[in-house]
């Protein structure tokens, strides 16, 4: 603790936070002599969200899907890969577009994606204000392509990328389709 020039308080309230967070639990270790030790261990939720690092392994299965030589197959396969990402989401329950895609900023922010929701009643529309794939967009808008099929996916509505940040635009903006 000295060296990372924390008190030992600091690490108990952390610790505390992070297991009312779901993220971390305490294991009870007895001991053949003297008093029971504490490990901490991350929880499913903690594992997933200690490891999402997943830059590297992104890019080289980008760079394979852009290798493929026959563009119905890439786009047949992007298509494959946004409807996986729709199934994990779950289902968005609304009667609206709208709140679907309310629903789709809860589950985003959880993943630390900020999104809003914005336009009118009538033209939803929804910002994404920082990309989830900022690398891979850089070498290939192909992932716009990927992300608005996904889009399109959860929120049962063909979508439109209206605005984007690779155009020079603050971020992206995603309406329904007329």
């Given at each position: 603790?000295?060296?990372?020039?924390?008190?030992?308080?600091?690490?108990?309230?952390?610790?505390?936070?992070?297991?009312?967070?779901g993220?971390?639990?305490?294991?009870?270790?007895?001991?053949?002599?003297?008093?029971?030790?504490?490990?901490?261990?991350?929880?499913?939720?903690?594992q997933?969200?200690?490891?999402?690092?997943?830059?590297?392994?992104?890019?080289?299965?980008?760079?394979?899907?852009?290798?493929?030589?026959?563009?119905?197959?890439?786009?047949?396969?992007?298509?494959?890969?946004?409807?996986?990402?729709?199934?994990?989401?779950?289902?968005?329950?609304?009667?609206?577009?709208?709140?679907?895609?309310?629903?789709?900023?809860?589950?985003?922010?959880?993943?630390?994606?900020?999104?809003?929701?914005?336009?009118?009643?009538?033209?939803?529309?929804?910002?994404?204000?920082?990309c989830p794939?900022?690398?891979?967009?850089?070498?290939?808008?192909?992932?716009?392509?990927?992300?608005?099929?996904?889009?399109?996916?959860?929120?049962?509505?063909?979508?439109?990328?209206?605005?984007?940040?690779?155009?020079?635009?603050?971020?992206?903006?995603?309406?329904?389709?007329?």
């Open positions: 603790m000295q060296e990372l020039g924390v008190t030992a308080t600091a690490v108990r309230q952390r610790l505390t936070r992070l297991i009312a967070e993220m971390v639990f305490r294991e009870t270790r007895v001991q053949k002599r003297g008093r029971p030790s504490h490990c901490y261990l991350l929880t499913e939720k903690g997933l969200r200690a490891g999402t690092n997943y830059a590297d392994l992104a890019t080289a299965l980008w760079d394979e899907v852009r290798s493929i030589d026959e563009p119905a197959v890439r786009v047949g396969f992007l298509g494959r890969i946004a409807n996986r990402l729709a199934q994990q989401a779950g289902p968005f329950i609304g009667s609206t577009l709208a709140e679907r895609m309310s629903q789709l900023t809860e589950y985003m922010g959880e993943r630390q994606i900020p999104l809003e929701v914005g336009g009118t009643k009538e033209v939803p529309t929804l910002t994404i204000l920082a794939y900022p690398k891979l967009a850089e070498r290939d808008r192909g992932v716009c392509a990927m992300e608005k099929m996904w889009l399109s996916e959860v929120l049962g509505e063909k979508v439109n990328l209206t605005s984007c940040r690779l155009d020079g635009a603050s971020c992206c903006v995603f309406e329904p389709s007329a």
